[in-house]
T-cell receptor
Framework: AQSVSQHNHHVILSEAASLELGCNYS??????LFWYVQYPGQHLQLLLK??????LVKGIKGFEAEFIKSKFSFNLRKPSVQWSDTAEYFC????????????FGQGTELSVKP | EAGVAQSPRYKIIEKRQSVAFWCNPI?????LYWYQQILGQGPKLLIQ????????DSQLPKDRFSAERLKGVDSTLKIQPAKLEDSAVYLC?????????????FGPGTRLTVT
């Protein structure tokens, strides 16, 4: 069965620190990869996505993620976090033979100290 | 444009009672999803509709959960009878069409507490 693993449950950073959140998936076929974000009191929204092509994808608010096929990873990065990035971040995978079905990781809570 | 609407936002029931959740997707979206998000976990797909037909309900506990989307627009998810382990946030999402290329837009969720 496909699964998604996010390495960190809770990350605490100071403003201006660099961020990297790990995401690994288990599926041997073609995948589409996503990062979703849930800000406090708001609903889940798409941060960025990868379907094909350049493995380095850029999303909203300065976030980027790199797909490394050999490592089954899709880590999220941001060079300098802001207090407003405090949120929960979810990695999700869609296998190409399962329509729109998303399999989510357990989430990483990011707290940014001002 | 209006987002995905869900009601109620919160519900507290006792075990063995029944409960229903309602979702109104974004206008024109053919695909509707119901997810269950247990505290500390990511959302898990329960059921996916394409218009008024079920595409995937492989993870829906059919002995107690049911869902419908009769006219291909609004949808209801029902639990009868509820168990303690059903305590979770129930998320509805919609997309223009099915397939990963179409972004899923999520509603605010319904937080269910079963006591």
């Amino acid at each position: 069965a496909q699964s998604v693993s996010q390495h960190n449950h809770h990350v605490i950073l100071s403003e201006a620190a660099s961020l990297e959140l790990g995401c690994n998936y288990s599926y041997g076929g073609t995948v589409n990869l996503f990062w979703y974000v849930q800000y406090p009191g708001q609903h889940l929204q798409l941060l960025l996505k990868y379907f094909s092509g350049d493995p380095l994808v850029k999303g909203i608010k300065g976030f980027e993620a790199e797909f490394i096929k050999s490592k089954f990873s899709f880590n999220l990065r941001k060079p300098s976090v802001q207090w407003s990035d405090t949120a929960e971040y979810f990695c999700a995978v869609n296998a190409d033979n399962q329509g729109g079905k998303l399999i989510f990781g357990q989430g990483t809570e990011l707290s940014v100290k001002p | 444009e209006a987002g995905v609407a869900q009601s109620p936002r919160y519900k507290i029931i006792e075990k063995r009672q029944s409960v229903a959740f309602w979702c109104n997707p974004i206008s024109g979206h053919a695909t509707l999803y119901w997810y269950q998000q247990i505290l500390g976990q990511g959302p898990k797909l329960l059921i996916q509709f394409q218009n008024n037909g079920v595409v995937d309900d492989s993870q829906l506990p059919k002995d107690r959960f049911s869902a419908e989307r009769l006219k291909g627009v609004d949808s209801t998810l029902k639990i009868q009878p509820a168990k303690l382990e059903d305590s979770a946030v129930y998320l509805c999402a919609s997309s223009l069409e099915q397939g990963a290329l179409y972004e899923q837009y999520f509603g605010p969720g319904t937080r269910l507490t079963v006591t």
